[in-house]
């Protein structure tokens, strides 16, 4: 059974640097891999995925996303943090094989930018 | 904003009762989920509608129900609620069932079972 882990429940950090947040897959196969934003009282805002090629996606609001199969990680990374990126995100996996399953879900991961 | 929209925004019912969540897919895609997401949790797939048939289903009893009508709209059913019921429940509609497609998120219906 496919399966996804975000392990920090909450990443901090400060305006204009770096950010990353972590995702970690398992799947029987080739995965298909989804990052969501979600902001308070707010549905999911799909940003990128990864289907197949090149390892680095780029996705919306200048996100982008490094796929890395030997790892099975799908980590969400931005260049320079803004204030207003500051929401959860989801990190998920569908398997092409397994027609019926949707999406498997993270737990997700808080991320605070801080002005 | 998505063009998929859900109604009520917010509802609360008592245990034992029954409840109908509504869904409007984004124009063109036919295929409709519904997720539950419990308070600090990850959305957990409850079921998807394809073409108004049912063609995959999360882990969830079957007092948990669907239907998806000819214009792609949906309904989620839910018999004898229990307090664990409580969550906010996503509407997602995409282009077509499986494949790589991304699926797009209504804002949600908050549930309160007291």
């Known amino acids: 059974a496919q399966s996804v882990a975000q392990p920090e429940d909450q990443v901090n950090v400060a305006e204009g640097n770096p950010l990353t947040v972590k995702c970690t897959y398992s799947?029987?196969?080739?995965?298909?891999l989804f990052w969501y934003v979600q902001y308070p009282n707010r549905g999911l805002q799909f940003l990128l995925k990864?289907?197949?090629?090149?390892?680095l996606v780029k996705g919306s609001y200048g996100f982008e996303a490094e796929f890395n199969k030997s790892q099975t990680s799908f980590h969400l990374k931005k260049p320079s943090a803004l204030v207003s990126d500051s929401a959860l995100y989801f990190c998920?996996?569908?398997?092409?094989?397994?027609?019926?399953?949707?999406?498997?879900f993270g737990p997700g991961t808080r991320l605070s930018v801080l002005p | 904003e998505t063009g998929v929209t859900q109604s009520p925004t917010h509802l609360i019912k008592t245990r034992g009762q029954q409840v109908t969540l509504r869904c409007s897919s984004q124009?063109?895609?036919?295929?409709v989920s519904w997720y539950q997401q419990a308070l600090g949790q990850g959305p957990q797939f409850i079921f998807q509608?394809?073409?108004?048939?049912?063609?995959g289903r999360g882990n969830f009893p079957p007092r948990f129900s669907g239907l998806q009508f000819p214009n792609y709209s949906s309904e989620l059913n839910v018999n004898a609620l229990e307090l664990d019921d409580s969550a906010l429940y996503l509407c997602?509609?995409?282009?077509?069932?499986?494949?790589?497609?991304?699926?797009?998120f209504g804002p949600g219906t908050r549930l309160t079972v007291t």
């Open positions: 998920a996996v569908r398997d092409p094989d397994n027609y019926g399953q949707n999406f498997v």
């Open positions: 990864y289907i197949t090629g090149d390892n």
């Open positions: 799947v029987s196969g080739n995965p298909y």
């Open positions: 509608y394809y073409r108004e048939e049912e063609n």
């Open positions: 997602a509609s995409s282009l077509v069932a499986g494949g790589y497609y991304e699926q797009y």
């Open positions: 124009s063109g895609h036919n295929t």
